[in-house]
């Protein structure tokens, strides 16, 4: 219950003062719930995780390994596993976590590459791009492709780092279908996402600009 989760939050804080804050907000959102955490952050690099996922173990020295490597590079990201609270996950990466990129664009025109926790930021990079925004639905792709606008290149680790859950009968990504508010976040989301492509270049004449063009087509319809 959330009694409890705030129980257990405080105890974790109590027993250790020194490595976890804790802050209570009201709910606006996913985005702007980040952007309250990311505020008071201290540390080099920024791990985002959302209550159903794990991060498995390795995952942060893996990729805090992989950035200090690569001091070019925003983010370092690994290989993800998707599936159903209860069931017994495959060793399959999920999404395009399997794939290796060095830019956001021009893939991230088709969709998020990963999932929210997959990731590991470099917090310097996040300092740059901007608070998160207010959107409610796909606001964490309109975040991290402005990562590509700014042409920030990408760590690649080639492990399994997260695990990405669901509750049995999930359909979160479609909530926009039933809600006016959702939906046009849906759109605003897909129309800053093309301006970063813009911005990042070199993807007018891609595959995946066009692509895109035919979804944002039929969302527009």
Request: glycine letters at 8%; aromatic letters at 8%.
């Amino acid at each position: 219950t959330e009694k409890d989760t705030r129980r257990e939050i405080d105890r974790l804080a109590e027993d250790n003062p020194d490595l976890v804050r804790t802050i209570r907000v009201s709910n606006r959102g996913p985005g702007l719930a980040r952007q309250a955490g990311l505020d008071i952050a201290r540390g080099e690099f920024i791990q985002f995780l959302d209550s159903d996922d794990l991060l498995l173990p390795g995952k942060l020295s893996l990729q805090v390994t992989g950035l200090q490597a690569c001091p070019d590079c925003a983010l370092s990201y690994g290989k993800t596993r998707e599936y159903e609270i209860g069931s017994k996950p495959v060793d399959m990466p999920c999404r395009r976590t399997g794939e290796v990129y060095e830019t956001i664009f021009p893939a991230a025109l088709n969709g998020r590459l990963w999932a929210t926790e997959t990731p590991l930021f470099r917090k310097t990079a996040l300092d740059e791009i901007g608070p998160w925004s207010s959107l409610r639905v796909l606001e964490d792709w309109e975040y991290e492709c402005r990562l590509g606008a700014a042409g920030q290149k990408l760590h690649y680790c080639d492990a399994f780092v997260s695990d990405h859950r669901h509750h049995h009968g999930a359909r979160e990504g479609l909530r926009w279908q039933h809600d006016d508010g959702a939906f046009k976040d849906m759109l605003d989301a897909h129309i800053s996402v093309l301006e970063y492509a813009f911005d990042a270049g070199g993807v007018r004449k891609s595959q995946e600009m066009a692509r895109f063009a035919r979804n944002l087509f039929r969302l527009a319809r």
